[in-house]
Every structure is written in structure tokens, then in C-alpha cells.
T-cell receptor
Framework: AQSVTQLGSHVSVSEGALVLLRCNYS??????LFWYVQYPNQGLQLLLK??????LVKGINGFEAEFKKSETSFHLTKPSAHMSDAAEYFC??????????????FGKGTMLLVSP | GAGVSQSPSNKVTEKGKDVELRCDPI?????LYWYRQRLGQGLEFLIY????????KSGLPSDRFSAERTGESVSTLTIQRTQQEDSAVYLC??????????????FGQGTRLTVV
């Protein structure tokens, strides 16, 4: 089975600082990887996804992530944090179910805190 | 509809009572998923529907949990004889079919269930 590990349940940055949220995966096959964001009292929103077309993936709100096969990582970055980026971020890998369909396996999430 | 809709948004119930959680997927989305998000945990896959059939129920935590779906629309997750450990946010997601590893899933805002 595939799995996702997010290092750090909480990450604190100052406004304008670099954001780095870490995600490592385990997969026996080439993975499809996703980052979702969850704002308070809202559902999950897709930030970006890796589907093997390019190792550097750009998403919404200035976020990007780089797939590194050698490190089995898919870390999320943003050059300059904004107060509105404060939210919980989930890394996920697509996994084939026994039925032949796919679902998402999520990490435990990282809460991003942005201070003025 | 414009997005995935879940109701109620919040539910407080007494231990031992039954609860029903409802999900209205995006119109035209034949795939529907239920996830559970417990405090400090990632999203836990519960069940997947393709149309009104559930090819994978492996994530349901016990026989107190059941789900059904009417055609390719509304789904209901039922928890019988609720326990305190059932307290969580229950998220529903839908996606277009056929479901492939890189298919985007759209999430509802969730139902926050509290068992007292």
C-alpha cells in the first residue's frame, strides 16, 4: 500500500518569508501526487498535482512543488508567505483500490501559521 | 450544483443514537467518496461509489457504518449506535468518471459530528 508522510504538524513563518511544507511518499509504482489546502470550516481545495508530465508543478496562489524520485519527496513551496495562506495543507497520493478504481491516501496534514 | 454540498454542517448527538449524513455531489459526477477526518489525523478513506454501486467498502470502520447512493446523485452515510470515537469531520468528494489516478476530486465542506 502507498503511504504519505508529512513532516511537522505545524509550521510557522513570518509574512513574506519562504514557505516549505514537506511531504514524502512510499509507492511501488510511479505515483500521482497531490497537494490540497483546507481553510477553516471549509472543504479541501486542490492546490496542484503531479502526473509525471513535469517534475516542477505550479499551482494556485503562487504555490509550487517539485517531484524528486530519488528522495521520494514532493515538497510544497511558496517564495513569500501571505497572511491568507494560513490553513492546513494535505499531501496525498493516488492509490488503486482492490476494485480497480483509485482513491486518495492522505498525509496527516501540516498547519501553516503566518505571523505579521 | 456548483459544488459538493453536505448537510448538516454540524451535528451533535448522544452516544447510542443513529445519525445520517448527506452528500450532494456535483451534477454529472458519477464517482463519490466518503472520508473521515479525526482531530490531528489525516483523511481516512471510508467508501467509494461508482454510480450507485459501492465497489469498495473496505474503509468502513465497523458494521455500524453503512452508506447508500441514489442513482448518480445523493449519498447518505449512516452511523448506528454512535460512539464517542465516531466524533470527526466527515467529508464527501466527487469526481468525473472514469476514475483514473490523476482525476481531481472535489470536496464538500464536511459535516462535523460530535458524539456526547
Amino acid at each position: 500500500a502507498q503511504s504519505v508522510t508529512q513532516l511537522g504538524s505545524h509550521v510557522s513563518v513570518s509574512e513574506g518569508a519562504l514557505v516549505l511544507l514537506r511531504c514524502n511518499y512510499s509507492s511501488s509504482v510511479p505515483p500521482y501526487l497531490f497537494w490540497y489546502v483546507q481553510y477553516p470550516n471549509q472543504g479541501l481545495q486542490l492546490l496542484l498535482k503531479y502526473t509525471s508530465a513535469a517534475t516542477l508543478v505550479k499551482g494556485i496562489n503562487g504555490f509550487e512543488a517539485e517531484f524528486k524520485k530519488s528522495e521520494t519527496s514532493f515538497h510544497l513551496t511558496k517564495p513569500s508567505a501571505h497572511m491568507s495562506d494560513a490553513a492546513e495543507y494535505f499531501c496525498a497520493v493516488s492509490e488503486n483500490l482492490n476494485s480497480g478504481y483509485s482513491t486518495l491516501t492522505f498525509g496527516k496534514g501540516t498547519m501553516l501559521l503566518v505571523s505579521p | 450544483g456548483a459544488g459538493v454540498s453536505q448537510s448538516p454542517s454540524n451535528k451533535v448527538t448522544e452516544k447510542g443514537k443513529d445519525v445520517e449524513l448527506r452528500c450532494d455531489p456535483i451534477s454529472g459526477h458519477t464517482a463519490l467518496y466518503w472520508y473521515r477526518q479525526r482531530l490531528g489525523q489525516g483523511l481516512e478513506f471510508l467508501i467509494y461509489f461508482q454510480g450507485n454501486s459501492a465497489p469498495d467498502k473496505s474503509g468502513l470502520p465497523s458494521d455500524r457504518f453503512s452508506a447508500e447512493r441514489t442513482g448518480e446523485s445523493v449519498s447518505t452515510l449512516t452511523i448506528q449506535r454512535t460512539q464517542q470515537e465516531d466524533s470527526a469531520v466527515y467529508l464527501c468528494a466527487s469526481s468525473l468518471a472514469p476514475v483514473t489516478p490523476n482525476t481531481e476530486a472535489f470536496f464538500g465542506q464536511g459535516t462535523r459530528l460530535t458524539v456526547v
